[in-house]
């Protein structure tokens, strides 16, 4: 992944993150999100693992956030004020953890000289890896989703009296 | 020139931050939603980055992250059907107004 492209996207998807964190309008940033989740899915991309990206896209960009703007239009009332007041406390320790991760990463040496050597996933490789050594979790996978999803639906359907 | 590991794992911890402060400053469940899928995004991508900058060739990165995003799918959808059960309850979704249990 060359350095160029590298600083495109990091301030890319950082804007669109920035945005989907602190703009007052709630629809605003759910489409912020989408954006900053298309960004990461470019970072996927370029570092090798294309399948992901397209996971990405479609989990995230197709269906969460989706679900997000369902949600909003479902619930929200445009009370005209829209924006809710910061709470400047989280800003701090949002800011004092960055500063503890960065900390982290800078005063760990063997981060330094690791080389991408890695080669790019395939599509085929990632399909044997899955149905070869991750058949459990795999199958746990789909038994999570279709309870989560029938879960999901049971929780918002209309009480009948 | 490739980007070394270092930059790549900073702005993960960025991105994490941002949804982290997403989700300890805003008001609104919504965006407390946002900032979840945020983070979990950050550690996508730091799984991502250390499958490929490790000497190891197992795929075992990429496999967490694809993990990782269903299990981030079934998050999101029962996380909005609470939003939805909270607004027919309280008729908002400030989480400040969910008042009821405080002593």
Redesign the interface.
């Known amino acids: ?3 160029a492209a ?1 600083s495109l996207l ?1 301030i890319f ?2 804007a669109t ?2 945005a ?3 703009l007052p309008r ?1 629809i605003h ?2 489409l912020c ?1 989408a954006l ?2 298309i960004g ?1 899915a470019a ?2 991309a370029l ?3 294309e ?2 990206g397209l ?2 896209i479609l ?2 960009v197709g ?2 956030a989706v ?2 703007v369902f ?2 239009l ?3 009332r445009e009370d005209g004020k829209g924006v ?8 701090a ?3 004092a ?2 500063d503890g ?2 900390w982290a ?2 005063k760990t040496p063997s ?2 000289g ?6 790019p ?1 395939t599509v085929k ?2 399909g044997i ?2 149905t070869a050594g ?1 058949m459990w ?1 795999l199958q746990c ?1 789909g038994i ?2 279709t309870a ?2 029938i ?3 049971i ?2 359907m209309e009480e009948k009296r | ?11 993960s ?16 469940a ?2 407390i ?3 979840i ?2 983070m979990l ?1 950050a550690a ?2 730091n799984f ?2 250390f ?5 190891q ?1 197992q ?1 075992t990165g ?2 967490f ?3 990782s ?10 996380g ?6 909270v ?1 027919r309850h309280y008729k908002t ?2 989480v400040s107004k969910l008042n009821k249990l405080k002593g």
């Open positions: 992944m060359n350095i590298f990091t998807t950082l993150a920035a989907a964190a602190l709630l940033a759910a999100l900053s989740f990461v970072f996927y570092l090798g693992a399948f992901v996971v990405q989990v995230y269906a969460v679900l997000i949600t909003i479902l619930t929200h809710s007041a910061m709470n400047w406390g989280g800003v320790v949002a800011i953890v960055f991760l960065l990463i800078l981060l330094m690791a080389t991408a050597n890695s080669e996933i490789q990632i890896t899955l991750y979790p996978t999570l989703l989560a999803f879960g999901a639906l929780l918002v | 020139m490739t980007t070394p590991l270092p930059l790549l794992l900073g702005m911890a960025a991105l994490f931050s941002l949804g982290l402060m997403a989700v300890l400053s805003r008001r609104h919504i965006f939603l946002i900032g899928e945020i995004t996508n991508l991502i980055a499958w490929r900058y490790s000497p060739p795929p990429v496999m992250a694809i993990f995003i269903a299990i981030a799918a079934a998050e999101a959808a029962v909005l059907g609470f939003v939805i059960i607004y979704t400030e």
